[in-house]
């Protein structure tokens, strides 16, 4: 597969995750709101029984084909510069994505006291734009470059988090759009970037990205919340853009994509 057919096919697989990620927390708040706490779990419930019963339903076309872990190919591909760069890139991204999603919701209570779960759920219509932009991510990648495509990414992510700090719930809502176009820009570039690097199995490499892609959502699940309780929101925030400012560096030593 080429480069750029590596990229569409992850934009759209992008997308599809994006939608679902908007869908469980939109719609979950409205069903809380409407019938209860208990509700989105029957709905989660539901879905997951589905995604089952469409698993049954794809045929089988061959064996799996799978790789033992290789301590010496791990070593190799975290030696590659642009490799190692685009993982802490990633890293530093869903850091920040997740600590301030998970956290919004606490801050918009501080902000309106007894928000209802449909206008928590409402914060997320975001990620609508996040759609709009992992499918524009392949035009402007082949248009303006990898390197320079992923800076537009992470500058806008870093702005509208910045936005986060100013003391509106209208506010939030707001800057929210602009959050989501960036990051899922970046997001749906970050594979198709890795994989245009390497030739043959790329089973470690992108093993690599996903482990640095959860380990950073894990921890800024956790770590930015003492921040926020000890320091406050505006230290929150700032930490936040400081991550980013780290992830933006780190796209400088990126070059035009190659397999190597």
């Not at 939030?172 to 199995?201: D, I, T, W, Y």
Request: charged letters at 10%; glycine letters at 12%; hydrophobic letters at 55%.
């Amino acid at each position: 597969a080429t480069p750029q057919r590596i990229r569409r096919v992850m934009a759209l697989y992008i997308t599809a995750t994006i939608f679902g990620g908007f869908f469980g927390r939109f719609s979950s708040g409205l069903l809380a709101w409407a019938w209860g706490w208990q509700a989105p779990f029957f709905m989660l419930a539901l879905l997951s029984a589905l995604a089952c019963l469409l698993l049954a339903m794809q045929g089988v076309t061959g064996p799996a084909s799978f790789e033992r872990p290789d301590f010496s190919r791990v070593a190799a591909a975290l030696r590659q510069p642009e490799l190692l760069r685009v993982y802490l890139m990633i890293f530093c991204c869903f850091f920040t994505f997740t600590a301030a999603l998970n956290f919004l919701p606490f801050r918009l209570n501080e902000l309106e006291r007894g928000a209802s779960e449909l206008r928590t759920g409402s914060m997320y219509l975001g990620y609508l734009v996040g759609i709009a932009a992992a499918l524009l991510s392949t035009r402007m990648a082949e248009r303006f470059g990898e390197a320079v495509t992923l800076r537009a990414g992470i500058l806008l992510f870093a702005c509208s988090v910045a936005a986060c700090a100013l003391p509106s719930g209208e506010g939030l809502l707001l800057a929210l759009f602009p959050f989501c176009a960036g990051f899922f820009l970046v997001q749906s570039l970050g594979p198709g970037v890795v994989n245009a690097r390497v030739e043959g199995k790329r089973g470690v490499v992108n093993g690599l990205y996903i482990a640095f892609y959860y380990g950073g959502g894990t921890l800024g699940s956790i770590a930015p919340g003492f921040i926020y309780h000890s320091f406050g929101w505006g230290a929150f925030i700032a930490v936040l853009v400081g991550v980013l400012l780290v992830a933006l560096l780190l796209t400088r030593g990126l070059g035009a994509h190659a397999a190597k």
